[in-house]
């Protein structure tokens, strides 16, 4: 998942001398065959947030995509609703997202988005 860019893709400081070993070992390109994450089988819900700047900025890769995400009973509130890039078999109910723009959140690469599941835990 290509949660945050600043902290996925560190480099060292210009000019560093002297650093820890581990500093080298955490700012070093994992090749993409050999390092890209997988998310499957997640349920989030009963979530209140307020002032927000999006309510999702979600993005994975085609290669290896948000799987079988079930997010239910959000209550969101923020300046723009946002996107979300590569998922697959996402489910979405009973949330209600604020937008100070008036945006609806978009999915990008959708690969099955499934908008009435019952409440409840995933089977």
Do not use: C
């Amino acid at each position: 998942m290509n949660w945050n860019p600043s902290y996925s893709y560190a480099t060292l400081p210009s000019g560093a001398k002297d650093v820890p070993p581990y500093w080298v070992v955490l700012t070093t390109p994992v090749p993409q065959d050999k390092g890209l994450p997988h998310f499957s089988d997640i349920h989030i819900w009963n979530i209140h947030a307020s002032g927000a700047k999006a309510a999702f900025e979600v993005s994975a890769y085609p290669e290896a995509p948000l799987q079988n995400f079930r997010l239910d009973h959000l209550d969101i509130q923020a300046d723009t609703a946002g996107h979300v890039a590569d998922a697959k078999n996402w489910s979405m109910q009973d949330n209600v997202i604020h937008t100070s723009d008036g945006t609806k959140l978009s999915f990008d690469r959708d690969l099955g988005l499934k908008k009435d599941v019952p409440f409840g835990e995933p089977n």
